[in-house]
């Protein structure tokens, strides 16, 4: 299959990087210059037209849905540039309701996919993300040779739509968890307490988190919070969870999460 990667940044550009290494068809296409992709320039579409015209399978890997909006139907508009298109596969965390609208505004004969990962940009260059997927098991039989050059833990949620549904109730979690660290390692900075000895202690003892046990290689642990940066797109996520629930629910412990976040 040709295969095409929308939003070539900080995850896209090593999913691609992985399905190169593994011998796909892969090309990138990204609204940055080809001339900033190195090496791997030369599987980089200058436009979106060139981009679309022959991809069968196309991931997108954009920020949001403003971005996936401009890739798919307005200032990139690739949905109406690749006539060859079966499966288009959304990675991007975005909110549920959005995802089960776009399943009727897709092409007829293009089957869509929701294919959310986690791991960070470490775990994107290493091809050892975890995705949760949404979508017909006959549809992602077709597809498990891709994420497999991507992933090293693939989860089947189940028909359209559980993928991302997982992927925000997740990103709840972890935004939750890494909330709570952030302040405890601000808590122990201001008592004295040295940051690798107490992370240390949580990743053996009941503070284990996924974010305290990679911190050295999550890039975002030591960022402070940015619109446009890693920790911008978290408190995206977890907005995008607040969205797809009971409005009733969001008062309280939830709010403070994304509270804390940003």
């Not at 900033?36 to 015209?53: C, K, T, V």
């Not at 260059?125 to 833990?153: C, H, I, Q, Y």
Request: aromatic share 8%.
């Amino acid at each position: 299959m040709k295969i095409g990667v929308a939003g070539c940044g900080r995850m896209g550009f090593g999913m691609a990087r992985a399905m190169a290494r593994n011998g796909l068809d892969v090309s990138g296409f990204d609204i940055r210059p080809i001339e900033d992709f190195g090496e791997f320039a030369n599987r980089m579409a200058a436009d979106p037209a060139s981009f679309a015209a022959d991809r069968e399978v196309i991931l997108t890997v954009v920020r949001d849905i403003a971005q996936t909006e401009a890739l798919l139907f307005d200032d990139q508009a690739i949905l109406s540039k690749a006539p060859r298109l079966k499966y288009l596969v959304v990675c991007s965390t975005l909110s549920p309701r959005y995802l089960n609208d776009l399943q009727d505004r897709v092409p007829e004969g293009v089957v869509l996919i929701d294919a959310p990962m986690s791991g960070a940009q470490f775990k994107a260059d290493s091809g050892e993300l975890t995705f949760m997927l949404g979508g017909a098991n006959a549809d992602l039989d077709v597809l498990d040779p891709v994420f497999r050059t991507m992933g090293s833990k693939i989860h089947r949620m189940r028909g359209p739509g559980a993928g991302i549904t997982a992927k925000v109730l997740n990103n709840f979690v972890c935004g939750s968890a890494t909330a709570g660290l952030r302040q405890a390692l601000d808590w122990a900075d201001d008592l004295g307490m040295d940051r690798r000895r107490l992370l240390d202690l949580m990743n053996d003892s009941s503070g284990l988190t996924w974010f305290g046990l990679n911190f050295e290689d999550i890039e975002f642990s030591r960022h402070g919070y940015d619109p446009e940066n890693t920790l911008g797109i978290l408190k995206k996520d977890l907005e995008s969870c607040l969205d797809a629930v009971d409005p009733d629910t969001h008062a309280g412990f939830p709010e403070a999460v994304v509270a804390a976040i940003g």
